[in-house]
């Protein structure tokens, strides 16, 4: 089974590693004093408490390995971009141009996508096709089913500061 890379900038694996760092030295002990606890009670085939504790705990063990196995085979990216281009961690305002309605999206890695905020990942059709590109430029967004549509880019805007956004729980 082929594992699948995920583009990661410097900021993601450091937040990533400061969730595991989190699961691994704070939640790991709580939860496993809760199983423990639990299993105090006395009979097993009737103890909720115990079931939800292990559960707990088992869930926190796959989240520290799926974030374990995103570190080892990630794909580090720079978030870096020359001043009048659109890159990692930008805020570009778009004019569709067939319907000349505009909206702000913030240019991110696959794991902080977030369409509900704005946030398009470098991946998505929209983030490929204005990734790279200048003030003023028409882009065109190729889409999976083979339709396409043009996009201008009306403004970008830095932002050197990503520590407000949280990465996707899975």
């Known amino acids: 089974m082929a ?3 995920e583009n990661l900038t410097q900021s993601d694996i450091e937040k990533i590693q400061a969730e595991i760092d989190e699961r691994k030295l704070v939640m790991r002990p709580q939860l496993i004093a809760a199983v423990k606890e639990a299993r105090a009670q006395g009979d ?3 103890n909720f408490e115990y079931y939800a ?3 707990a705990k088992n869930e926190n063990e796959g989240r ?3 974030l374990e196995r995103m570190l080892k085979f990630a794909n580090i990216v720079s978030d870096e971009s020359a001043e009048d281009e659109v890159g ?6 778009i004019e569709f141009v067939d319907d000349h309605e505009t909206e702000e999206y913030k240019i991110v890695t696959s794991i902080r996508g977030d369409s509900l905020k704005n946030y398009i990942s470098t991946e998505s059709p929209l983030g490929r096709a204005v990734t ?9 967004v190729s889409l ?6 043009e996009v201008k880019i009306v403004s970008i805007s830095k932002n050197s ?3 407000d956004d949280a990465l996707k729980t899975f």
């Open 3 to 5: 594992v699948k890379s």
């Open 44 to 46: 097993l085939s009737e």
């Open 53 to 55: 504790a292990k559960k």
């Open 64 to 66: 520290i390995g799926y």
């Open 88 to 93: 990692i961690n930008d805020f570009v305002t």
């Open 132 to 140: 790279g590109h200048r003030e003023g430029d028409i882009c065109s």
């Open 144 to 149: 999976d089913n083979g339709g396409s549509y």
């Open 161 to 163: 500061d990503d520590s």
